[in-house]
């Protein structure tokens, strides 16, 4: 989901190198029907519901006012496959081709173990063939139904790293460069007890073989993909967030916590980069719903909003749950807006210098709730390289990817100390920010929000 990624090093293309990122990804489309139409075509026939394989029927058993204008998005611009957005594992048929594949998505959509929530019922994920499939078209032909709610872009998500700075000299760094800790007086803070404390990470993967992360991951979801994480993304932000304390090893992390870890990224790039699984970052979200985190990371996001990932959100705040995503690293591109900072309910981190300076990439805006250290932050890599990243074991990467995952560890210290959870939580850590010089006396600014992070004070 969100800000600007790529990690400027020799193991990934130079910024100036990339192409334009897309705002959507090509042919790929949410489709939410009403629930009730579906449901009593599957009560009256007795079983699953599935589409006849012809183009010019409709769909079996389903009423008109659903079959027909899929009927007619496939006629158009071709149905290549189909997938229920949620449901259980049990519940989600197998990726597969054409209409008939729509038809069991929508089965499954409306399945018995999504009928108590409405709103996350319905739900399809489409790929279309044609190039013309635009919003605009799609629109047209399905939400001229009363029983399409509606039909909008899969948007394009990828990371919110920057570069990599200078690598560490050491492979057994030392917590005295981590100036980061220092800057949110992590040494000066009090923290809590932390038995059964989580924070969930949607990511790239991580490398549970890292001595400096071993024992730390609760569950790792990599459905359909390797475990690997060929990036290092994830296992970077999730050394911020929980590298071990106090084991003699590399770096320490700001929140003695366990990890709630999805990995939303192919193993290959596209278009150039790494860009998030649409329907694996959505799904990540709902199961954060349940999994009993205190906060939910995302060092990613772009430049399109989505109707499905608003709703998301908006039950994870009512569920009292934190959540940080990355503003992004697009400043010098035309600093755009990048979501899912951008929704309401979000604590969008910017990125802070070694001395409270703005970090030149670090995107601003009005939505800004405070900045965090995002330059040369020294954290955990895979242990093993990868055809796309050379570095191994710890490394210094510059991004507000790397800013996020200070917040995010701090928002389930604060939930830790003193009971706070959701938009409380976040008040506290905005509450008790640091102000710095470069905000001029300020009390809030697009540049660094609030401030800067600062835990001591938040605990």
């Not at 071709?78 to 038809?103: D, Y």
């Not at 005295?176 to 038995?195: S, Y």
């Not at 807006?337 to 802070?352: F, H, L, N, Q």
């Not at 200070?406 to 850590?429: D, I, P, Q, S, Y």
Request: with cysteine.
């Amino acid at each position: 989901m969100i800000p600007t990624s790529t990690v400027r090093s020799s193991s990934r293309l130079a910024a100036a190198s990339r192409p334009s990122r897309p705002e959507f990804m090509p042919g790929q489309f949410i489709v939410k029907v009403a629930p009730a139409p579906v449901r009593a075509a599957m009560a009256s026939a007795g079983h699953r519901v599935g589409l006849e394989s012809t183009r010019s029927t409709a769909v079996a058993g389903l009423p008109s006012n659903i079959a027909n204008p899929l009927a007619s998005l496939d006629r158009r611009f071709g149905i290549v496959s189909a997938q229920p957005l949620f449901g259980t594992a049990s519940s989600r048929p197998k990726r597969g081709s054409g209409m008939a594949r729509f038809g069991e998505a929508l089965a499954a959509s409306v399945s018995p173990e999504e009928s108590d929530d409405d709103d996350l019922s319905g739900f399809s994920v489409v790929q279309l063939k044609s190039k013309s499939a635009t919003p605009a078209a799609t629109s047209k032909l399905l939400e001229s139904s009363s029983a399409i709610t509606f039909i909008e872009p899969m948007p394009a998500r990828w990371l919110a790293a920057r570069r990599a700075a200078p690598a560490a000299t050491s492979t057994d760094p030392s917590v005295n460069r981590q100036w980061a800790l220092r800057a949110i007086n992590w040494f000066q803070a009090k923290l809590p007890p932390t038995d059964g404390l989580k924070v969930g990470v949607i990511d790239s993967g991580i490398d549970e073989s890292h001595p400096d992360l071993d024992g730390v991951v609760e569950s790792y979801d990599h459905d359909g993909t390797s475990a690997a994480d060929v990036i290092g993304h994830g296992t970077h932000v999730a050394g911020t967030i929980a590298a071990i304390v106090n084991n003699n090893i590399g770096i320490a992390g700001v929140a003695a916590v366990k990890l709630v870890v999805w990995k939303v990224f192919d193993d290959q790039p596209e278009f150039g980069d790494f860009y998030v699984d649409g329907t694996r970052m959505l799904q990540a979200l709902r199961a954060m719903l349940t999994a009993g985190v205190a906060a939910v990371n995302l060092s990613l996001g772009g430049t399109a909003q989505s109707r499905v990932e608003r709703t998301l959100f908006k039950k994870l705040n009512a569920a009292g749950i934190v959540v940080c995503a990355a503003m992004g690293n697009e400043y010098e591109r035309g600093n755009p807006t990048s979501y899912p900072a951008a929704y309401p309910g979000i604590v969008a981190v910017g990125a802070s210098t070694q001395t409270d300076q703005h970090a030149p990439f670090s995107n601003t805006g009005k939505h800004i709730a405070l900045a965090a250290p995002g330059t040369a932050i020294l954290s955990t890599l895979p242990m093993n390289k990868s055809p796309y990243r050379t570095e191994i074991e710890y490394d210094a990467w510059d991004g507000t990817s790397m800013a996020t995952p200070h917040v995010a560890a701090a928002a389930a210290l604060v939930v830790a100390k003193h009971g706070l959870t959701g938009v409380k939580a976040a008040a506290k850590l905005t509450s008790t920010a640091r102000k710095v010089p470069a905000m001029k006396g300020k009390a809030k600014t697009n540049d660094f929000g609030v401030g800067v992070l600062d835990l001591a004070a938040a605990l």
